[in-house]
Structures are given as C-alpha cells and as structure tokens.
C-alpha cells in the first residue's frame, strides 16, 4: 500500500499521503490520521538523531552522541504520545453509539442462567473477555460479571476472559444433574 504516513514535501508535514487520505475516506478521523501522520514525523526524527548519536560516538565525540541520544529517547516518547492519542480518538470514534453501561449484558446474565436452571444444564460458560478492547485495556464487563456472582452466591470458577458457573444442585452429598450439558454466551 506504500508509505502511509509520508507526505508529498519533504518540509511539509501538513500534507497527508494519498495513503492517509485513503484512511480518512474509510472512516478514520482526520485528527486521528494527522496524530499519526505527525508520530511517523518523530519516528523518522529520532531515527537520524540516533543515527547522529553513533556517528558522533564513533568519532569520539560522547558528551554529543549522549545529547543525540536523550533527544532520540524524547522523540520516541513524544511519537507514543501521538499514537496513543491517535488510537484513543479512533476508538472513540468507532465506539461512540455503543453503551459503556454494562446493566444490558448483566441482565443476559441473569436471563441466561435462569433459562439455564429450568433447563437444568449442569454448568454456564459466561466469557467476558480479558478488557483487550476497553479503554486503557481495563475490563468492565468482567469484573461486574463476577460481582453478580458473588452477590448471588454462585458456584463459579474463574478463568482469563472466562467464568465457568456450576449450576449443579448440591442435595447434601448428592448432586443432581438431569442433564450434563452445558451452555455458553459471549458478552
């Protein structure tokens, strides 16, 4: 597809590719195309000042190599920055109609295992996800899913991006199972 952050003069960074326009006809926000556009700019920045820090250690001149060096470390830092908030608009971007309210998926919970318990399945596999795609990679689903578990006193095993819920009825010593199947959602 080519260089998709390049710019069509070299002094001009304020010009998008053809390929970044093409990002932004598909949906992705301008601002987000022009953080990223300006992250490949430090990209290449810290590159030569790095390659200037070897030049000039090499030459034996250190004090500049080691300024060279902390400035290609800042560039980097500054070209995370970037893409961070270039990922963080996309994101919302995407996300902006979908409910960051998780009530919805607990009543499918609920719904689901009691259906689960009249049909008298022996476990319900409710997976959560691990929070990969939530804001700052922290998970809302899950944790809620596993308060609901506690506060409801349900036998539950806990997995990466998963609980397994026991839904055998314990009489005593004897579990009662009319049938051993199990049942699976996704939330």
Known sequence: MGNLFSTTNEGDNSVLSKNAEAYVQNGIPIEAVSLRCEA????????ESSRHSQLEYQSGNKSQAKLLSINKNNLYIQMNEKNQQAAELIFKHFNQNRSNDVTEALKYVEDRLNKCRLEN????????????????KIPKIKPQVEDFVRRNNLKVTYYDGHIVIDLSINDGNKIINDRNSNECIIL
């Open 40 to 47: 490949f700019r430090l990209m290449n920045e810290a590159k």
């Open 121 to 136: 399945l022996s476990q319900l596999t409710i997976i959560t996800g691990m929070g990969n795609d939530s804001p700052n």
